[in-house]
């Protein structure tokens, strides 16, 4: 499958007003993409396209509530009607609700299945029509936490563990039809961003995921870069990989950690009462940046998230490897291979009883 050079895409990013989206839409911009934002939050958006368009960019602007079919369907037509056609579909709208299940209500539980979860299906009702016609890109935000649930995240895990679901079965069956899309999962650590303090909490302080914490860039980098070059998955950040690699293996590890430190990692020391502002249900307008204030241990950039987007430098990397491979693990079928023969021969007794 071909994708575009980002410089000749239309590329909608739904969820761009603060956070992981609006510094995905800047990226696009920057490449020369003509960009089409869309979030609750009429301020931020505004705030976003007088960016885009001081650094010569374009972009447009669509106030939409993801968890509404309709608005979605909007920006999708709106893309079409401005531009002339869709290339990408970036969705990451979401919400983050921190609390126990005992203390989570059912209508908060449903909420945040309706906006991370469903709002990805109208996403791609919406996008996938479009995208069919000349192929593209349909780029879904997902989580760590679609691999690995994590406490006082059951209603969040959960919308996450329903998208890798829901991308599987789409994925396969765009296959089948010979559709030229492809359906690409970002599966990010914890990233600085307003997520966490917008986000509605019962613990009493303002919530953090796991650190490390990766800056904001560092996954729409990740996000562009599937705009170009189909990919399944995408994991940001090693701390992230090595969750879900090790929670693979080793689940009951992970059980165990996470019963001992799962509380304690969400918890940022900073007093936030359960009737703080949140955007759970409406848009918090204050926090429309890029960065968060998350604070803890934060890095600058991710090795692994680098070369998963390059593959010339793995490939480069596994043949310098193999030579060295080759000669520890070569059998000769006359005989052991000269790295066997010296080890022994350096272990046989002497005469005296010592080793040579």
């Not at 539980?109 to 791609?124: D, E, Y």
């Not at 302080?205 to 170009?228: L, N």
């Not at 520890?328 to 006359?334: F, W, Y």
Request: net charge positive; glycine share 10%; aromatic share 4%.
């Amino acid at each position: 499958m071909q994708l575009k050079p980002v410089s000749e895409q239309v590329v909608v990013v739904m969820g761009a007003s603060s956070g992981i989206g609006r510094a995905t839409a800047l990226r696009f911009a920057e490449q020369g993409a003509k960009v089409v934002v869309a979030a609750r939050g009429e301020p931020g958006l505004k705030s976003l396209v007088a960016e885009i368009e001081a650094g010569g960019g374009r972009a447009t602007a669509v106030v939409a509530d993801v968890t509404d079919p309709a608005q979605v369907q909007t920006v999708a037509d709106r893309a079409v009607d401005e531009y002339g056609r869709l290339d990408t579909w970036v969705h990451m709208a979401g919400v983050l609700l921190v609390a126990g299940f005992d203390d989570t209500t059912p209508e908060e539980f449903a909420r945040v299945l309706q906006v991370n979860l469903l709002g990805q299906v109208h996403g791609a009702k919406a996008a996938l029509p479009h995208l069919r016609r000349g192929g593209g890109a349909f780029i879904s935000m997902s989580s760590m936490g679609s691999q690995r649930g994590l406490p006082l995240q059951t209603a969040y895990c959960s919308s996450k563990h329903g998208i890798d679901g829901f991308l599987e079965a789409l994925r396969v069956e765009l296959q089948r039809d010979g559709v030229p899309v492809s359906v690409t999962q970002i599966m990010p650590g914890t990233i600085n961003t307003p997520l966490f303090d917008n986000a509605r909490t019962k613990m009493g302080v303002k919530p953090i995921a796991p650190p490390p914490a990766y800056p904001a860039r560092v996954v729409a980098d990740a996000i562009v870069h599937a705009a170009q070059h189909p990919v399944r998955d995408l994991v940001v950040g090693g701390a992230a990989k090595t969750l879900i690699t090790v929670e693979k293996f080793a689940p009951r590890l992970i059980d165990a950690l996470l019963r001992r430190v799962g509380y304690e990692i969400h918890d940022t020391g900073q007093p936030k009462p359960a009737n703080a502002p949140d955007n759970l249900d409406a848009p918090v307008t204050t926090n429309d940046t890029v960065e968060g204030t998350v604070g803890g241990v934060t890095l600058r950039h991710s090795a692994y998230t680098w070369l998963a987007m390059h593959k010339p430098v793995r490939t480069t990397v596994r043949a310098l490897a193999r030579p060295l491979t080759a000669l520890t693990s070569r059998v000769d079928p006359k005989g052991p291979s000269p790295v066997l023969t010296a080890a022994r021969r350096a272990s046989r007794p002497t005469a005296a009883g010592r080793s040579e």
